[in-house]
Antibody
């Protein structure tokens, strides 16, 4: 059974940093692109970043580029999102998602999400 | 950048009825890249349809997807109580704003 478990969310002051983690199980982690998708309270879904199987390609939402860094450790079956210079508008539930198909880039499995709140 | 516009914003129907949800792209997209998700309150999204018309694993056959070019449709043939939720379409890094399917 595919499982994705996020951790690392919490309350942080604007301008602060946070590192999210996602631990995967039930599939060969190194075989799939992985992504982070977020959802602000009461709002829709917003793709944040994704990373290729070997980490050689990374793509970001324009508003987080230069502030967020996606990475992975295939030996640990883990995905990460380093978030720096956080803003109030980054407040959201952050989901780790597996990309089901490298060509189609859809998300076939999702974690339960971790809440990030950037507020003073 | 492609914009996906979903309609209607809210759809009020009764169990047993047929639901038709629309997703319109601002420019033509390949059918290979269009997916649909269902999200219930407090839960993560669930993949329903990928490649515009392929049901994901475990998805009941009352859910079907169709369309091409700029116009895509998610159809639920006979609504079950558990189908009332928010539905999103997606193409690469873009999601539609969602359609809320509520009980009439």
């Amino acid at each position: 059974e595919v499982q994705l478990v996020e951790s690392g969310g919490g309350l942080v002051q604007p301008g602060g940093s946070l590192r999210l983690s996602c631990t995967a199980s039930g599939f060969t982690f190194s075989s799939n692109w992985m992504s982070w998708v977020r959802q602000a309270p009461g709002k829709g879904l917003e793709w944040v970043a994704n990373i290729k199987q070997d980490g050689s390609q990374k793509y970001y939402l324009a508003s987080v580029k230069g502030r967020f860094t996606i990475s992975r450790d295939n030996a640990k079956n883990s995905l990460y999102l380093q978030m720096n210079s956080l803003r109030a508008e980054d407040t959201a539930v952050y989901y780790c998602a597996r990309v089901g198909d490298s060509y189609g880039q859809y998300f076939d499995y999702w974690g339960q999400g971790t809440l990030v709140t950037a507020s003073s | 950048e492609i914009v996906l516009t979903q309609s209607p914003g809210t759809l009020s129907l009764s169990p047993g009825e047929r639901a038709t949800l629309s997703c319109r792209a601002s420019q033509s997209v390949s059918s290979n890249f269009l997916a649909w998700y269902q999200q219930k309150p407090g839960q993560a999204p669930r993949l329903l349809i990928y490649g515009a018309s392929n049901r994901a694993t475990g998805i009941p056959d009352r859910f079907s997807g169709s369309g091409s070019g700029t116009d895509f449709t998610l159809t639920i043939s006979r609504l079950e109580p558990e189908d009332f939720a928010v539905y999103y379409c997606q193409q690469y890094g873009t999601f539609g704003q969602g359609t809320k399917l509520e009980i009439k």
